[in-house]
Structures are given as structure tokens and as C-alpha cells.
């Protein structure tokens, strides 16, 4: 009697794994056309925009991709339903952080002298790289990298020497974080006079 030893079936994340390896731009596709409908209806129910709904999602795929790549991904249901449940705890997150630290709508007044000014945008590009110089070699490279030449997070990892594309998005995250709030400590100690 012979016994054939067949090879164990395919888990659902090597599956993904090995379309992501084999044609990643057609498996993201598919994955965006099945999960960002059911993530932007969440987000808009609740208060959020299409535009915010397109940053989280993005968020959320960027982790699933990095996750399923490494091979360290577990999925107990669909790439999809995984997908939707990062988005919606990210976007939960976001709430409870918006909560936190809400905006304060504009004086009616201070709405106007906004509106009346003239367009500085240049000058607000120049004030911004100031901050981004602030940070230090390591963050200004990532940050300009990332958002000013577009490189992709896996060149940035290599040309800083990351283990991971995750360790790298961390960084390129702290170091985003710490220019926020060096803006927002100076925009908080200004005040508009009449």
C-alpha cells in the first residue's frame, strides 16, 4: 500500500502572501474594490469624510501588507473583513484622539482676516521646512523622503537601514508627530490682536 503525502493546505495568509509576491498591484486592487466600500460607509456614519475614510483605509492596508509580506500575518476570516477591522479601530482611535484635541472653530471675525489675507503659501512652505530642519538629520531625511521626493517606505527603510518597512512607517510617524506639535506650540503661543 502506498500512502501519498500531500502538502498541508494553503493558510488564507499565505494564500494573500503569495498573490501580494506574484502581482501585488492586482491583489491590492481586489482588496481595495471588496473592503474600502464597507470602510468608507463606517467612517461617514460616523463623522468622518470620504478623505478620512481613504486615510485610514490606507493605513490599514499599508499594515496588512507589511504583515502578510513578513509573514507574520493570521487571518481568521477574510483579507477584507481583517482590513475592515483595522480600519474601524483606527478610525476609533482617531475619534478618541480628535476628542482629545478638537478644533476650535474660528471667531467669525478671525474667519475673515483669514479670508482677507493675502496668499501666503510660499512663506508657509518656507515656515514648515524651518520646523522640518528643527527635527534633526534622521527625521528631515525620512519626512522629505517620504512626502517631498516620494519614495516608497521599503527605499527609506533600506536607505536608513530599518529591519522592517513597519519600523520605518513608526519612525516616519514619531518623527511627524514631534513636527505637529512643535507647530502646534508655536501656533498655540500666537495670538491674533485688534
Request: hydrophobic residues 40%; proline residues 4%; glycine residues 4%.
Given at each position: 500500500?502506498?500512502?501519498?503525502?500531500?502538502?498541508?493546505?494553503?493558510?488564507?495568509?499565505?494564500?494573500?502572501?503569495?498573490?501580494?509576491?506574484?502581482?501585488?498591484?492586482?491583489?491590492?486592487?481586489?482588496?481595495?474594490?471588496?473592503?474600502?466600500?464597507?470602510?468608507?460607509?463606517?467612517?461617514?456614519?460616523?463623522?468622518?469624510?470620504?478623505?478620512?475614510?481613504?486615510?485610514?483605509?490606507?493605513?490599514?492596508?499599508?499594515?496588512?501588507?507589511?504583515?502578510?509580506?513578513?509573514?507574520?500575518?493570521?487571518?481568521?476570516?477574510?483579507?477584507?473583513?481583517?482590513?475592515?477591522?483595522?480600519?474601524?479601530?483606527?478610525?476609533?482611535?482617531?475619534?478618541?484622539?480628535?476628542?482629545?484635541?478638537?478644533?476650535?472653530?474660528?471667531?467669525?471675525?478671525?474667519a475673515q482676516l483669514v479670508a482677507d489675507a493675502p496668499d501666503a503659501t510660499a512663506e508657509t512652505a518656507a515656515?514648515?521646512?524651518?520646523?522640518?530642519?528643527?527635527?534633526?538629520?534622521?527625521?528631515?531625511?525620512?519626512?522629505?523622503?517620504?512626502?517631498?521626493?516620494?519614495?516608497?517606505?521599503?527605499?527609506?527603510?533600506?536607505?536608513?537601514?530599518?529591519?522592517?518597512?513597519?519600523?520605518?512607517?513608526?519612525?516616519?510617524?514619531?518623527?511627524?508627530?514631534?513636527?505637529?506639535?512643535?507647530?502646534?506650540?508655536?501656533?498655540?503661543?500666537?495670538?491674533?490682536?485688534?
Open positions: 500500500m502506498t500512502t501519498s503525502f500531500l502538502p498541508p493546505p494553503a493558510t488564507p495568509a499565505a494564500t494573500l502572501r503569495q498573490e501580494l509576491l506574484a502581482n501585488r498591484e492586482r491583489a491590492l486592487t481586489q482588496l481595495y474594490r471588496r473592503a474600502f466600500p464597507l470602510v468608507r460607509r463606517h467612517v461617514q456614519r460616523h463623522s468622518g469624510s470620504a478623505q478620512d475614510a481613504q486615510d485610514v483605509f490606507h493605513d490599514a492596508l499599508l499594515l496588512l501588507y507589511e504583515q502578510a509580506v513578513g509573514g507574520t500575518l493570521e487571518l481568521r476570516a477574510s483579507a477584507s473583513t481583517y482590513l475592515v477591522g483595522i480600519s474601524r479601530n483606527l478610525w476609533h482611535h482617531e475619534l478618541r484622539r480628535r476628542a482629545r484635541h478638537p478644533l476650535a472653530p474660528l471667531e467669525a471675525e478671525t515656515g514648515v521646512l524651518d520646523y522640518v530642519e528643527r527635527l534633526g538629520e534622521k527625521c528631515k531625511s525620512i519626512l522629505l523622503s517620504f512626502y517631498y521626493f516620494g519614495q516608497p517606505l521599503e527605499q527609506i527603510a533600506a536607505a536608513h537601514q530599518y529591519r522592517s518597512v513597519r519600523s520605518a512607517t513608526v519612525q516616519k510617524f514619531k518623527c511627524l508627530e514631534r513636527l505637529r506639535q512643535a507647530v502646534r506650540a508655536v501656533a498655540s503661543s500666537e495670538t491674533i490682536t485688534f
